[in-house]
């Protein structure tokens, strides 16, 4: 016996990953429910071998439907989500709305699984930032071997975290430098991306930092550990899809990066791929359309006592969006809303 799933905007990035993957992993779905706003009403989405046309979001009657995965943004969600978990299904929200909020669960299901029965508060359930999602996947492991101490991470973030429109303006500059008398001005980032990398995702902070970098600080310590002193470098690249970091580990016990590195090739939704070669690492154009997070050039960092460096590439549109959040159905649909 399956589960009724709806998928909120469903025509957007996010949306149309969840449909597939949902797919992909086969998801037990008896019945499943395209939303989208008045604008794409109609619209056609894959799923599977089917072919769905999107409902309206402002009118769903969510009262019978198990599980909604949300990917609409924090304005639609502030609205649609509590409907939706008054009428007793449970949100997976995609957006920040949600992340910060202690009574509702913060969830990386390879990092924080028994925090699922937090579901319960409030028939809601929040999906984390796509550069903290594979960071703390890849952290994890060996913050229980060695305990970690401080993170820092330098992140290279696609456009496509950016939505259509970031896709978009890469791709029109691109063309548009090669093209005389057609150049594109920004109009989604604050300066050209094409051929050039931005240090500003999000709005500023009265700290200087911005919401993109106390993203990852406030997460991490939510899902991992409170105790974990992390700072972020948050950088726009010109990659279509797929985010990557440079994540330095200061940890409280010794280990070594052999050790860690056979921590990491056992841990679950962790690939490491370090040959110490040319070539002999993952690039964000290998990871798009896989489910792994990446890990290459582990090393000690001499610098400090108890150091390691190290290399995480992820799908940003799979394991730090779409992905994750069908992996928290799958785990409540394991541990809390089992049917049949």
């Not at 920040?96 to 925090?115: F, G, H, K």
Request: hydrophobic share 40%; proline share 4%.
């Amino acid at each position: 016996m399956g589960y009724r799933v709806v998928v909120a905007g469903a025509t957007g990035n996010v949306g149309r990953e969840m449909l597939n993957i949902l797919a992909e992993r086969e998801f037990p779905v008896d019945e499943i429910a395209a939303l989208a706003s008045r604008k794409s009403l109609g619209t056609e989405v894959s799923f599977g071998d089917r072919t769905l046309r999107t409902k309206d979001l402002d009118a769903f009657d969510f009262a019978g439907w198990d599980i909604a995965l949300f990917a609409v943004g924090s304005e639609a969600t502030k609205v649609h989500a509590p409907r939706a978990a008054a009428a007793g299904c449970v949100v997976i929200d995609n957006s920040s709305l949600y992340r910060y909020e202690p009574d509702i669960p913060l969830i990386v299901p390879e990092v924080n699984a028994d925090a699922i029965e937090g579901f319960r508060n409030r028939n809601i359930i929040a999906n984390p930032n796509c550069s903290t999602a594979q960071m703390v996947v890849a952290l994890k492991p060996l913050h229980d071997r060695a305990r970690i101490r401080r993170v820092v991470v330098a992140t290279y973030q696609s456009v496509s975290g950016a939505g259509k429109a970031g896709i978009d303006e890469l791709w029109d500059q691109t063309k548009g430098i090669y093209v005389p008398g057609q150049e594109v001005a920004p109009r989604k980032f604050t300066k050209q991306i094409a051929f050039n990398v931005i240090p500003h995702i999000d709005v500023f902070l009265d700290d200087g930092s911005t919401k993109e970098e106390w993203k990852m600080v406030a997460e991490t310590k939510k899902i991992l550990d409170k105790s974990i002193r992390v700072t972020a470098t948050c950088v726009r690249v010109p990659v279509f899809v797929g985010h990557s970091e440079a994540v330095n580990v200061e940890f409280e016990e010794p280990l070594d990066w052999e050790e860690a590195t056979e921590i990491l090739r056992e841990a679950p939704g962790v690939l490491v791929v370090d040959k110490r070669e040319p070539g002999g690492y993952v690039t964000p154009v290998e990871c798009v359309g896989e489910y792994a997070t990446y890990v290459s050039r582990i090393r000690q960092d001499h610098t400090v006592e108890n150091g390691l460096s190290m290399w995480v590439v992820s799908d940003n549109l799979r394991k730090g969006a779409a992905l994750n959040a069908v992996q928290i159905a799958e785990l409540l649909g394991n541990r809390a809303l089992r049917k049949g």
